[in-house]
């Protein structure tokens, strides 16, 4: 529902699009095991959380940007103003 609602606020007038992004919008950046970097832009960021432990919302950010796979060697995020939180136990 919220990308809906973010599709909705986006293709409204150009001065609430840049209110909306502003508020919303963040990046991902990651760090690859061969030496390159990559930024993803994240027009509504929204994190996915698997919670297992009782911890503060710093930690969890921090293992979650530490839980990489693959090629991925370290990420790290630019957090909007307005964050999205998906927690499941």
Known sequence: QMHHLF??????PSSLKEVWRELFSGDLF??????ESRR????????DFCVTK????PELLEEHARDVQGSIQQRSYRLPPVLWLNLDR
């Not at 599709?7 to 409204?12: D, L, N, Q, R």
């Not at 009782?54 to 919302?57: D, R, T």
């Open 54 to 57: 009782p911890m503060s919302l």
């Open 40 to 47: 993803e832009p994240l027009d509504l960021c929204q994190l």
């Open 7 to 12: 599709e909705i606020a986006s293709s409204g």
């Open 30 to 35: 990651e760090t690859l095991k061969n030496g």
